[in-house]
């Protein structure tokens, strides 16, 4: 089984501060792990995944994340926010790559304070 | 390469109608999922295929529900008999392999009246 867990549906940061977005994970399994974001009414983008390289994972738009499996975490954080990082969060998990199958948590959406 | 094509990108049902979603995967890639997405809420898994097989449709409703990704052509996600309830964003995605995460279409937005 799989399932992801997102602390906060909502967060709110000035711009320019760190963001930190929470997500925890459960599975039998050394997980993939996914974070995706989510602009009003459009599909959702992949914005880095974890494959079991390294456990700091660089993505688009200046994010990362870094597995802890000791924490069962994947949070997500940049330094610094911008306006343009307003949009809706996602974090998904898949743990049996023969299924394909990946789980997504119930989303966190960031507001950017000017 | 055009992404993952939905469409209609909007559709306006009457109670009882059909409804008929297409998804087209992007070059190359043989996965495709369909999710649902309701207002305040995350996505649910509803199907995953491959060229003319269901992998898995453990999310899909057993009644009024369907898919089918056919050798030609794109993806279908067919509703009969609509309910206010279906009313929903419908996403599809398709990967090369899961193990690299989806490209998602834009969705299409289905209404219910």
């Known amino acids: 089984a799989q399932s992801v867990t997102q602390l906060g549906s909502h967060v709110s940061v000035s711009e320019g501060a760190l963001v930190l977005l929470r997500c925890n994970y459960s599975?039998?399994?050394?997980?993939?792990l996914f974070w995706y974001v989510q602009y009003p009414n459009q599909g959702l983008q992949l914005l880095l995944k974890?494959?079991?390289?390294?456990?700091l994972v660089k993505g688009i738009n200046g994010f990362e994340a870094e597995f802890k499996k000791s924490e069962t975490s994947f949070h997500l954080t940049k330094p610094s926010a911008h306006m343009s990082d307003a949009a809706e969060y996602f974090c998904a998990v898949n743990i049996n790559t023969n299924a394909g199958k990946s789980t997504f948590g119930d989303g966190t959406t960031l507001t950017v304070k000017p | 390469n055009a992404g993952v094509m939905q469409n209609p990108r909007h559709l306006v049902r009457r109670r009882g109608q059909e409804a008929r979603l297409r998804c087209s995967p992007m070059?190359?890639?043989?996965?495709v999922y369909w999710y649902r997405q309701l207002p305040e809420e995350g996505l649910k898994f509803m199907v995953y295929?491959?060229?003319?097989?269901?992998?898995?449709e453990s999310g899909m409703p057993k009644e009024r529900f369907s898919a089918e990704f056919p050798k030609e052509g794109p993806s279908i996600l067919r509703i009969q008999q609509v309910v206010r309830g279906d009313s929903a964003a419908y996403f599809c995605?398709?990967?090369?392999?899961?193990?690299?995460?989806?490209?998602f279409g834009s969705g299409t937005r289905l209404t219910v009246v």
């Open positions: 295929l491959q060229k003319e097989n269901i992998i898995d």
């Open positions: 070059k190359g890639h043989s996965h």
């Open positions: 995605a398709s990967s090369p392999d899961p193990v690299y995460g989806y490209t």
């Open positions: 974890y494959t079991s390289a390294a456990t």
């Open positions: 599975s039998s399994v050394p997980p993939y």
